[in-house]
Nanobody, 121 residues
Framework: VQLQAYGGGLVQAGGSLRLSCAAS????????MYWFRQAPGKEREFVAA????????YYADSVKGRFTISRDNAENTVFLQMNSLKPEDTAVYYC???????????????WGQGTKVTVSS
């Protein structure tokens, strides 16, 4: 099983980026998908989640109203649309998956490699 995150890059403050995470999961639609991020010198933090059914979403307060998580079950892909980016959003972003997961589980089934996002001021 592989989670491949991509779409990171360098963007100016106020700009937008769209991250994607392609999953080689046979039953992708049964997985709740998550985005996390880790800034230099800081612990990894939760960013957003989308439930395996019903497209219910959940966000960290720091990104609410600016980021949108979505999924395409036909393409086995989860997205993170990031708007109004701030320098403090600079981090390596990771996707994760948990079968029939709740919004904030203790453990996750799979993790992807990260994609780096740098927001310049």
């Amino acid at each position: 099983v592989q989670l491949q995150a991509y779409g990171g890059g360098l963007v100016q403050a106020g700009g937008s980026l769209r991250l994607s995470c392609a999953a080689s999961l046979r039953t992708f639609s049964r997985y709740t998908m998550y985005w996390f991020r880790q800034a230099p010198g800081k612990e990894r933090e939760f960013v957003a989640a989308i439930r395996w059914y019903g497209d219910d979403t959940y966000y960290a307060d720091s990104v609410k109203g600016r980021f949108t998580i979505s999924r395409d079950n036909a393409e086995n892909t989860v997205f993170l649309q990031m708007n109004s980016l701030k320098p403090e959003d600079t981090a390596v972003y990771y996707c994760a998956a948990k079968i029939r997961g709740i919004m904030t589980p203790v453990e996750y089934d799979y993790w992807g490699q990260g994609t780096k996002v740098t927001v310049s001021s």
